[in-house]
């Protein structure tokens, strides 16, 4: 109830002073039974921990509750850019650039600053700042890991259909953004003040 973000089954069982398989066999019960009684969250593992969330047909009333019609949602442009971001990562800011096909620094800036993005390093050629995906991307997005994003190949269109190399780029980046969306679409909780999905 008191972590703020998803807390591991090693550090519970140290704190309860317990095996961790006595505790991750108690948290998987007490989701399940969550679960059958219909509450009003649920226990959720996510990013390599548990936490809680509120359960998907509550979320609007909470929403109306906590943030009172005051949201701030991603861009278009920042939801593409933390798409090629997860799909390539790690991924230098130029590379992200190439594949959107427009400059990205700012947006890139504004994923850092929202905890979505991380610097992961340095290219060995070029020296340049390679990025990636927090835990908080996953926890957001209610993802235990990278595996679980959508497969891209049900959004992108037949080789056929591009015609020239230049118009890949719109084309990959409009399918990651639609994966990306997919998958936030499909566990729906609470949002923050981002607009983000608490799934």
């Not at 948290?27 to 009003?40: N, S, T, V, W």
């Not at 990205?104 to 390093?121: I, N």
């Not at 780029?169 to 953004?177: F, L, P, Y």
């Amino acid at each position: 109830m008191v972590v703020d973000e998803p807390i591991g089954e090693e550090r519970l069982a140290g704190v309860l002073d317990l095996p961790r398989a006595e505790v991750r066999g108690a948290l998987r019960e007490l989701a399940d039974e969550y679960a059958a009684q219909g509450r009003g969250f649920d226990l959720r593992f996510v990013a390599g921990g548990w936490r809680f969330y509120t359960r998907a047909e509550f979320s609007e009333a909470v929403d109306r509750f906590v943030l009172d019609g005051q949201q701030s949602r991603l861009t278009q442009a920042a939801l593409e850019t933390l798409a090629v971001v997860a799909y390539r990562q790690p991924v230098s800011r130029a590379r992200v650039s190439a594949v959107r096909g427009v400059n990205c620094d700012g947006v890139m800036r504004t994923l850092v600053q929202r905890g979505l993005v991380e610097e992961a390093g340095s290219e060995s050629e070029t020296g340049a700042i390679l990025y990636r995906t927090t835990n908080y991307f996953l926890e957001r997005m209610g993802l235990r890991g990278l595996d679980e994003l959508p497969e891209l190949a049900p959004f992108l269109p037949e080789a056929e259909d591009v015609e020239a190399d230049s118009q890949e780029g719109s084309i990959i980046t409009e399918a990651v953004a639609e994966a990306v969306v997919a998958a936030q679409s499909t566990d729906s909780g609470t949002r923050d003040d981002d607009g983000n999905s608490d799934a």
